[in-house]
Nanobody, 119 residues
Framework: QLVESGGGLVQAGGSLRISCAAS????????MGWFRQAPGQERVFVAA????????YYSDSVKDRFTISRDIAKNTVTLQMNSLKPEDTSVYYC??????????????WGQGTQVTVSQ
């Protein structure tokens, strides 16, 4: 089970943080990360973090602005989003699955959290 928190409304150029807490069996065997989906668009990959390693992977659209981190003790993954742009506005979904987290190979999804960036 994946439970997300954070998100909200921010002005362009601002920052937000979203987190995801995982529970269940074998979660340490998988990567965790984030996808996002804007209205009328497909769900797309944002960032992933290896659970047993410190490997990270970002989409080109967020690289150098977003940072994904994980806390093994708390079974959480956090996405720090800086220099936010209006085009970052989406529902952000936490995901768990095999590295490097590809759409179609996701074991479980969170419920989604809204991130809105105003002009």
């Amino acid at each position: 089970q994946l439970v997300e928190s954070g998100g909200g409304l921010v002005q362009a150029g601002g920052s937000l943080r979203i987190s995801c807490a995982a529970s269940g069996r074998h979660i340490n065997s998988y990567a965790m990360g984030w996808f996002r989906q804007a209205p009328g668009q497909e769900r797309v990959f944002v960032a992933a973090h290896g659970w047993r390693s410190s490997r990270t992977y970002y989409s080109d659209s967020v690289k150098d602005r977003f940072t994904i981190s994980r806390d093994i003790a708390k079974n959480t993954v956090t996405l720090q989003m800086n220099s936010l742009k209006p085009e970052d506005t989406s529902v952000y979904y936490c995901a768990i699955g095999p590295w490097p987290l590809k759409l179609g190979y996701i074991n479980s999804w969170g419920q989604g959290t809204q991130v809105t960036v105003s002009q």
